[in-house]
């Protein structure tokens, strides 16, 4: 599995530590929220708002520098607009190593 990363940020920032941090702080403050919305979601079977949840949270994957992780969430959301299920526990693998990354790493 891949692993996050910052080197993304790092270029986005080109060398600046402020906007890094900034950047890693909307990011450590804004998934865990999204992530718990989307278990609601997909928990109660709201697949649109599921599928939403999954959009939002695959732009933080991009940004953690996790590209075969954020194409499975773009399929999975596709999958979810169609009711479907598949994809889910691969991406919630990819929810998990986020967040351990994220409690590591803050």
Request: aromatic share 12%; no cysteine.
């Amino acid at each position: 599995m891949e692993e996050p990363n910052l080197s993304f940020i790092t270029k986005l920032s080109n060398g600046d530590k402020a906007f890094e941090e900034k950047i890693f702080g909307v990011i450590n403050k804004e998934f865990p929220e999204e992530k718990e919305k989307y278990f609601l979601s997909i928990n109660s079977k709201n697949y649109k708002k599921a599928a939403e949840d999954v959009h939002k949270l695959k732009h933080k994957i991009s940004i953690l520098g996790l590209q075969k992780s954020y194409d499975l969430a773009e399929k999975y959301e596709d999958n979810l607009k169609n009711t479907s299920e598949v994809f889910r526990e691969e991406f919630e693998s990819i929810l998990k190593n986020i967040t351990t990354y994220l409690e590591e790493n803050h």
